[in-house]
């Protein structure tokens, strides 16, 4: 969620379909309804981080993957998966299935790459090596000037889970979404949950103004540039009670819970104590189609 800015700080559009709520249960990208007893099986395993688990009612992790398309047997590339929220879920779902996981991380080639995401590259890949769990994880160096995710055509689904910020701030949006276009398969989806800026457009993320949120046109527009047809959205992550107005941007919120930084005092117990109570932030959930 961010961690560049956080290291930072401290040194009406059109759809073809709108599903909500319930309706996302299992619908699948042709509007059938299936149960995937796998992934439901990978979502509720003990393996999982219990930091991870309580976080399940804000993410809504079965409606959500079943909503972006993941079924057995798909190959998946998830970009800067971080902490491995899903990661836990996915790898061992998709060695279980015949699938594969790809972990987009920090291309060490880039000199520009700051060294604690290094570390962190680091880290993901001790704290997921083991095959008997995760399956063999396959890696994607992505950023700025790295090479091809995946050979072209060969993935199913590319999930981005709120890092889209990021790249519109560091300048390689454009790029990211030719990468991601590219590496699809024809049919295959581009699978959003970002942080929305709407209805406070005060909020968008810009040269100076780097909140976290994001406005839903300007992912869309982006998208759509690299080739993409918008191909669904959900409101199954949005969050009536975030107002997006906080002294440390979306990373006021949980999880990122940040309570000072340079200009501003640290929060006071009750605003933190306000902030939490609002739980993780408003967010688009998209789905968008390589067209075949």
């Not at 909140?211 to 992550?237: C, H, P, R």
């Not at 919120?253 to 005092?265: E, I, T, V």
């Not at 902030?275 to 959930?285: H, L, N, P």
Request: glycine share 10%.
């Amino acid at each position: 969620m961010g961690k560049v800015f956080a290291r930072t700080m401290l040194a009406g559009f059109m759809a073809t379909a709108v599903l909500t709520g319930p309706a996302l249960r299992a619908a699948d990208p042709a509007g059938q309804t299936a149960a995937d007893p796998a992934l439901q099986a990978a979502i509720g395993a003990k393996l999982r981080p219990a930091a991870d688990t309580v976080r399940d009612r804000f993410r809504h992790p079965y409606e959500t993957l079943q909503f972006w398309g993941i079924k057995p047997g798909v190959t998946v590339v998830d970009l800067q998966p971080e902490g491995g929220y899903w990661t836990e879920i996915l790898a061992p779902y998709l060695a279980k299935t015949g699938g594969i996981y790809i972990a987009g991380v920090a291309d060490l080639d880039d000199p520009k790459v700051p060294g604690g995401l290094k570390v962190d590259r680091q880290r993901f890949e001790t704290k997921h090596a083991d095959a008997a769990t995760y399956g063999q994880i396959r890696y994607a160096a992505f950023g700025a000037i790295s090479g091809p995710l995946a050979p072209p055509n060969s993935v199913d689904v590319v999930i981005s889970a709120r890092e889209i910020h990021n790249w519109i701030h560091l300048g390689f949006n454009d790029k990211a979404m030719k990468d991601i276009f590219t590496a699809l398969k024809p049919g295959g989806f581009f699978a959003v949950e970002e942080h929305r800026a709407e209805p406070k457009e005060a909020t968008l993320t810009g040269p100076g103004q780097f909140t976290g949120y994001v406005a839903t046109q300007t992912i869309i527009d982006a998208a759509t540039k690299a080739g993409f047809v918008l191909d669904a959205s959900s409101e199954i992550n949005a969050n009536p009670k975030d107002t997006k107005d906080y002294p440390f941007g979306v990373w006021t919120l949980p999880p990122a819970r940040l309570s000072a930084g340079p200009g501003h005092p640290f929060l006071t117990d009750k605003e933190r104590a306000r902030y939490d109570a609002i739980g993780e932030s408003d967010r688009m959930t998209l789905r968008f189609r390589k067209p075949a």
